[in-house]
């Protein structure tokens, strides 16, 4: 299976700021996604990160809040913007394997907002 | 859209009982079931999955069944371990190709093996 990375692991950030969380796989893939997971709780899709094209959001999300980048294959980034306690969770990339075609996690990017 | 049910939201078992979650999906479409194991700061690991074509799929102690008609499915884990202990989380989607990918999670279940 893929093997995914994510940085940072965990950050401690204040109120007003931003954080980019990196997702790097060590294979191509063709669909990356991004989800919150906010604690204790299951996973909601944020988005779908796309290469070369802007990220397809799902409802409750938007791209001035959450940018998302996928410049290739193989990386994305997600942006947390203008962060409040709220935002306090984990973030977690997956991506579909294409042959597999199963979809597999990061280890998570443990946010807490000040 | 798509909802996904899940039950029980906590289990405790004695280690070497068997362990059933229950799953219950909404959208006739969906036609690929995994589950997924959540140790405590991690991120969720796929153990086991089942497509729209089969009925039941096992991998060592663990299994899955799948009733199209009723639209639920279920995770069986024999002869549990303390280390089968985690959060379990069963999801549903339509499949390969574009948005298909989608994956639609349940609450989750908390499973403890106590030793």
């Known amino acids: 299976s893929a093997v995914i990375s994510q940085k940072p692991s965990r950050d401690i950030c204040q109120r007003g700021t931003s954080l980019t969380i990196q997702c790097q796989v060590d294979?191509?893939?063709?669909?990356m996604f991004w989800y919150r997971q906010q604690p204790g709780q299951s996973l909601t899709l944020i988005a779908t990160a796309n290469q070369g094209s802007e990220a397809t959001y799902e409802s409750g999300f938007v791209i001035d809040k959450f940018p998302i980048s996928r410049p290739n294959l193989t990386f994305s980034t997600l942006t947390v913007s203008n962060m409040s306690p709220e935002d306090s969770s984990i973030y977690l990339c997956s991506v579909d394997e294409m042959v597999l075609d199963e979809q597999f996690f990061g280890p998570g990017t443990r946010l807490t907002v000040l | 859209g798509e909802n996904v049910e899940q039950h029980p939201s906590t289990l405790s078992v004695q280690e070497g009982d068997s362990a059933v979650i229950k799953c219950t999906y909404s959208d006739s479409a969906s036609n690929y079931f995994p589950w997924y194991k959540q140790e405590l700061g991690k991120g969720p690991q796929l153990i086991i999955d089942?497509?729209?074509?089969?009925g039941e799929k096992k991998d060592q102690r663990i299994a899955v069944t799948l009733n199209k008609t009723a639209k639920h499915f279920s995770l069986h884990i024999t002869e549990t371990q303390p280390e089968d202990s985690a959060v379990y989380f069963c999801?549903?989607?339509?499949?390969?190709?574009?948005?298909?990918?989608?994956?639609?999670f349940g609450k989750g279940t908390l499973l403890t093996v106590n030793p």
């Open positions: 294979s191509q893939v063709t669909m």
């Open positions: 999801a549903a989607s339509r499949g390969s190709g574009g948005s298909n990918y989608k994956l639609t």
């Open positions: 089942i497509r729209s074509n089969v």
